[in-house]
């Protein structure tokens, strides 16, 4: 098994910044994605950012530009720089691992989340 711990949510005003974190222990796997997701109320949760084993980046139309995702292997992390912070980014993150086997991904963990909310 393998359980995500993530951190750095809170309040910020608009145009702030936030660094997210999620730390994967257990069962890691030697080739695996990690990423954020986020659901607002109301709405549909949906993918902020992932990150591939090959570094490869995705990110969220809107959130282009202004977050950034890093992942550090030596300690199965990945991080979202949150920057230029805008009332809609406001949700409940939740860092996202899927393992590899090498064909493809053979599962999907999820972290209990982390909230953060843009207010002035």
């Known amino acids: 098994q393998v359980q995500l711990v993530e951190s750095g949510g809170g309040l910020v005003q608009p145009g702030g910044s936030l660094r997210l974190s999620c730390a994967a222990s257990?069962?890691?796997?030697?080739?695996?994605?990690m990423g954020w997701h986020r659901q607002a109320p109301g709405k549909q949760r949906e993918l902020v950012a992932r990150?591939?084993?090959?570094?490869?980046?995705i990110y969220a139309d809107s959130v282009k530009g202004r977050f950034t995702i890093s992942r550090d292997n030596a300690k199965n992390t990945v991080y979202l720089q949150m920057n230029s912070l805008k009332a809609e980014d406001a949700a409940v993150y939740y860092c996202?691992?899927?393992?590899?086997?090498?064909?493809?991904?053979?599962?999907?963990?999820w972290g209990q989340g982390t909230q953060v909310t843009v207010s002035s």
């Open positions: 996202t691992y899927r393992p590899s086997n090498g064909l493809g991904y053979v599962a999907d963990y």
């Open positions: 257990g069962s890691i796997f030697s080739i695996y994605a």
């Open positions: 990150i591939t084993g090959g570094e490869r980046t």
